[in-house]
């Protein structure tokens, strides 16, 4: 899961390239590198270990000279350690004029590289990558056409990769390969680009096409070419990028996390638009294909994801089957591919993904398509696989995220797993209409309710400066409340390194109770007071049970809700709302607490440690 990026045209290609890895570093950022082929004809290089800004400083040092010609790539290290000789790109050939990039893993590298010590070959890095770079640069050796040699190498790599590749003697086409791992073409008037996904070149073109398995682009700076492994020329499919450039800047914030919190209730607002009436009633276009007679012939939803979109489809399952009453199943796709699940016509698989790259989530996906299952997508990303792998698809309009921690997406995929349940709901009629539209109003609220709670923080964010020095804290949820306390123990987790766990109150009495001690700090999502058959009392008495034995309560309430004040020692409030969209709201604190846990540790909310934002192996 590294971030690739190419391109061919009259501009500074060193800046295009370091630009386009900004966009990307959030796919990996153990290393980076880039190599060009100068005007003068020279093959040149540049990589280091760690972030961009020592790829920088080491091009500073020692420029670059003029080129129209690149590649580049930010590492998430897999094979070989990150240090400066396993950093991308990695030269092929006894002369070293050829250089390759490569996102995946090459799962018959060690064959592969045992034939080429046989055959005398140096290699300079431990990673699986430089075996390819080695093999083409052989081929080319032999018959003098790059491309030949490229095709007839890629096809005998096994795994999942994206590679790209330019030589010194083939000085004005980049070419790449795509198997398993994503690749995307930028189109632009006189120069083209490459990238594993739109952000790498959305400030220079919105016209991209993506690349399909098994291809391989042909790139010049007037012309772009795609064929399959086989040599078989394909047709390209363009598409406009919908994302505006600026969005995946920083704009001025502390950080991109602080931003995408920031953006939430844009998110939520993009997502719902045009497919939420103002009376309430929804349509989901993307999915008309559905008819009411397949919608009727669902008999089982399983919602499959990682990470927090797991938690999002958590969400969506209580709402799915309170306004469908279709049974919703949550898998996380990494157990769900490997233990034989039951997979009939009847059921439909919703994926959900921000990348739409995770390989777990394309596994899972790819084999309930195989037992004859219809999977419909929720994802971020134009252009992504699973979108292309999906028989329809609901995009979440988020806009780029950036921070490897996810926030923006997230309430995006939960607005739109409500969207899903009102429709489900519209086509089983399990459902009054008239409540369901009723409740269509209530979610069109949420946008300006978020807005709302950004506007109350500065106490959760003081809370969160405050408990800088936890060993652990706690999150206890109920409802749409319980995938909110995860999120959040999975926020303060990868943001903060602390131990943070989230449980479902319920739960608390058979066993997480044990952990309370004095001074604990737990973080409880109260559901709305309000509702007849709320869990308020409830949750109520669990907050009474961990205060007793020396808890400190942090709990985050609806407003007007007085009675939780006499129990917790801080209250956060957020609008109030339906209870089962309130996890839009409530998981808003949570995010800010973390944030401000980890910067106030000094930690890089950003990047945190070892952690990619889009896991592209399995
Ligand atoms: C969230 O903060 C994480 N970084 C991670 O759990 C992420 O949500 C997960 O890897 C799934 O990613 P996806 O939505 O791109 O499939």
Redesign the pocket.
Known sequence: MCGIVGYVGPKSTQEILLGGLRRLEYRGYDSAGISVITNGGALETRKKAGKLDNLIAEITNHPLAPANIGIGHTRWATHGAPTDGNAHPHLGGPTSKLSLIHNGIIENFAELKAELVAAGTKFASETDSEVAAHLIAAEFEKTGDLVAAFGAVVKRLHGAFTILVIHQDAPDVVLAARCNAPLVVGLGDGENFLGSDVAAFVEHTKRAISVGQNQIVILHSNNVELRTFDGEPVVPEEFTVSWDASAASKGGWSSFMAKEIADQPQAVADTLMGRLASDGSVRLAEIDGLTEADIKAIDRIVMV?????SYACDVAKYAIEKFSRIPVQVELAHEFRYRDPIITPNTLIVA???????MD?LMATRFAKEQGAKVLAICNTQGATLARESDAVIYTHAGPEVA???TK?LVAQMTAGYLLALFLGAGRGAVPAAELRSLGKELLKMPARVNKVLGRLDSIRALGKELSTAKSVLFLGRNVGFPVAMEGA??LK?LAYIHAEGFAAGELKHGPIALIEEGQPVIVIVPSPRDADSLHPKVISNIQEIRARGARVIAIAEEGDAEVENYAEHVTYVPKSANIFSSILTVIPLQLFALELATAKGLDVDQPRN?A???TVE
């Open positions: 994801a990682c990470g927090t979109a959900v993904s921000q990348s739409g790259e995770t989530t490897v921690a996810s997406a999975l926020k990868e952690l934002k889009s896991v």
